[in-house]
C-alpha cells in the first residue's frame, strides 16, 4: 500500500486515487508540479520499503556502511562478506 497525493491510501501499483486520477489525469507530464513531485516522492520511499524488506539480510551484513547500497553494488568483497555472514546465520 502506497498513499496518493491527497492522502488516500491506494495500491502499490498505482500513482494515483480514482478521484485524483480524475482530476489531474494518467499522463503524468500533465500533472501539477506538486502533484508529480508528491507522486515521485511517494514511488521512491515505496521502492526503498520494498528494497529494505528483500535485503533485510544483507542490510544487517551491510550495517557497518553509512551508504545503503546493495552489496552488490559494493563489489566482490561485500558479495563474499555478505554470504559468509548468511552461512554463518543459517549455521552452515
Ligand atoms: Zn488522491
Known amino acids: ?3 496518493c497525493v491527497c492522502g488516500v491510501r491506494i495500491r502499490s501499483r498505482d500513482n494515483l486515487c480514482p478521484a485524483c486520477l480524475a482530476e489531474y ?3 503524468s507530464a500533465h500533472w ?7 507522486v ?5 520511499e515505496a521502492d526503498r520499503a520494498r528494497r529494505h524488506r528483500e535485503y533485510a539480510l544483507c542490510d544487517e551484513v ?4 553509512i551508504d545503503d547500497r546493495y552489496p552488490s553494488e559494493m563489489g566482490p568483497a561485500a558479495i563474499a562478506a ?5 552461512r554463518e546465520m543459517r549455521g552452515e
Open 1 to 3: 500500500m502506497r498513499q
Open 25 to 27: 489525469g494518467a499522463d
Open 32 to 38: 501539477p508540479d506538486w502533484v508529480a513531485y508528491l
Open 40 to 44: 515521485r516522492e511517494e514511488q521512491r
Open 62 to 65: 551491510a550495517a557497518g556502511a
Open 82 to 86: 555478505a554470504w559468509a555472514m548468511i
